[in-house]
């Protein structure tokens, strides 16, 4: 199993430079888009529903105090051992929504119950470490009812 911080690498290395909160965004959609086509996770790391939309703590602590990352700041890509499908489920996400900017991809996980559901009670700009379980990003994602562009075939 990968983990957040080597999927983060290889979102580096297809696109360059990226702001913090694009990169945890497109981190969360290849988690999501791993448990509703492969029916497990991509990697185990926690996901929290931050004011900013969801975020991988151990990644944030790997880029805390960055706006804008780039290829080769969390580690080399050459080093990673990702899996074929592992990869594929990456490159799927990258492809849809790589061109999106960060703030755009944290308002479309504010529009889903993923993040609203773990985020219930608490106050616009609150601090949370609400998770995200696997379980309701599986149910929402895998439903007729999401319209991400990251899900579709």
Same mark, same amino acid.
């Given at each position: 199993?990968?983990?957040?911080? +080597?999927?983060? /690498? #290889?979102? %580096? ?10 990169? +945890?965004?497109?981190?969360? #959609?290849? +988690? !999501?888009?791993? %448990?509703?086509?492969? @029916?497990?996770? %991509?990697?185990?790391?926690? /996901?929290?529903?931050?004011? &900013? ?18 290829? @080769? ?9 990702? %899996? ?5 489920? /990456? ?6 929504? @790589?061109?999106?900017? @960060? ?18 009670? *608490?106050? !616009? ?6 998770? /995200?379980? +696997? ?10 009812? *999401?319209? &991400? ?5």
């Amino acid at each position: 199993m990968a983990s957040a911080t +080597q999927v983060a /690498i #290889y979102v %580096l290395d297809r696109l360059g430079s990226v702001s913090t909160m694009k990169l +945890q965004k497109l981190v969360f #959609y290849s +988690q !999501a888009l791993s %448990l509703v086509k492969r @029916g497990s996770p %991509l990697f185990s790391e926690r /996901i929290e529903a931050w004011a &900013n939309g969801p975020v991988v703590p151990e990644l944030f602590n790997a880029h805390r105090g960055k706006f804008v990352i780039s290829r @080769g700041f969390l580690g080399s890509p050459d080093d990673l051992a990702l %899996l074929p499908w592992e990869t594929e489920v /990456i490159d799927h996400v990258v492809d849809r929504l @790589g061109a999106m900017t @960060g703030a755009a991809l944290s308002e479309l996980t504010h529009g889903e119950e993923p993040w609203q559901a773990a985020r219930r009670g *608490c106050a !616009a700009a609150a601090p949370s470490h609400n998770e /995200i379980t +696997q379980q309701s990003i599986r149910a929402f994602y895998g439903s007729p009812r *999401c319209s &991400n562009l990251a899900f579709a075939s």
